[in-house]
C-alpha cells in the first residue's frame, strides 16, 4: 500500500511537468553533498528514487541506492548502473550495523510518518564518525506563518508528514547525532535569519 503511494505521487509529479530524471535542487543538492562526502566511502542514498541525484556520488564512491518504489530503482539500476536495494523506511535497514561511511536522506525526511525510526537506524547502519548529510523543507518560515494566518494549509503534498521549523529539525537531528552545519539551499534573506526566511535547508552530521 505505501509503495503504491508513491508511485501514484511520482506519477503525477512527471505527468505534471517535471521531468522524469530531474530532482528538486538537484544542481545546488549535488554540488554541496559532493564535497561534504568525498570521495573513498561505502555511501547508502535513502529516498534515493531515481538515482538522478544519487549518481552525482558515484565517482570515486561505492554507492548503494535504497527506495520503497520498485520503479524507480528499476530505473537508477539501469539508467546509472547504481547498486540498488528495496527499503520501508519506516522499519529495520536491510543493513548490517557499522556498514557505511556516509548516508544521505535528501528530501525524504518530511514524508516519513516516524522519522525517529529512521534516524535510529541511521545511526546504526553508520560507522564510528559517520557522515550524514540531507536537506528538508522548512514550513514556519516568515511566508508560512502568513499563510496559517491567511487560514491556509501550510503545504499542499499530501505525502508531507512533517512540517519542520529551523529548531524542530534541529531538535530532532540532536537526539541522534552531532550536528556540524545547517545551511540554506537558496534564498539570500536565509542566509540572514534562516529562521525566518529558509525554506530549504540542507544539513551535515556526525556519528560519535
Known amino acids: ?31 554541496l553533498f559532493g564535497r561534504w562526502i568525498g570521495r573513498g566511502k561505502d555511501l547508502l542514498d535513502l529516498g534515493c528514487r531515481d538515482g538522478t541525484l544519487t549518481r552525482h556520488f558515484r565517482e570515486g564512491n561505492r554507492v548503494v541506492g535504497a527506495d520503497i518504489d520498485r ?30 561511511d556516509a548516508v544521505v536522506l535528501a528530501e525524504t525526511l518530511e514524508h516519513l510518518p516516524y522519522p525517529r525510526i529512521t534516524l535510529g537506524e541511521v545511526k546504526r547502519v553508520l560507522r564510528p564518525r559517520g557522515l550524514f548529510v540531507g536537506n528538508v523543507p522548512l514550513f514556519y518560515h516568515l511566508h508560512g506563518r502568513w499563510r496559517v494566518l491567511r487560514g491556509k494549509r501550510l503545504d499542499s503534498d499530501p505525502t508531507h508528514c ?47
Open 162 to 208: 512533517q512540517y519542520f521549523s529551523y529548531d524542530s529539525l534541529r531538535e530532532l537531528l540532536e537526539g541522534f547525532f552531532t550536528i556540524e552545519e545547517v545551511v540554506p539551499l537558496k534564498g539570500r534573506l536565509a542566509r540572514y535569519s534562516m529562521r525566518l526566511f529558509a525554506r530549504n535547508v540542507a544539513f551535515r552530521c556526525r556519528t560519535s
Open 71 to 100: 520503479r524507480a530503482l528499476e530505473a537508477a539500476r539501469t539508467q546509472y548502473g547504481i547498486e540498488v536495494q528495496r527499503v520501508n523506511l519506516n522499519a529495520p535497514l536491510p543493513f548490517s550495523d557499522a556498514r557505511f
Open 1 to 31: 500500500m505505501l509503495e503504491g503511494i508513491y508511485v501514484e505521487h511520482h506519477r503525477r509529479d512527471q505527468t505534471g511537468g517535471k521531468r522524469i530524471g530531474q530532482a528538486f535542487l538537484e544542481t545546488e543538492r549535488a554540488g
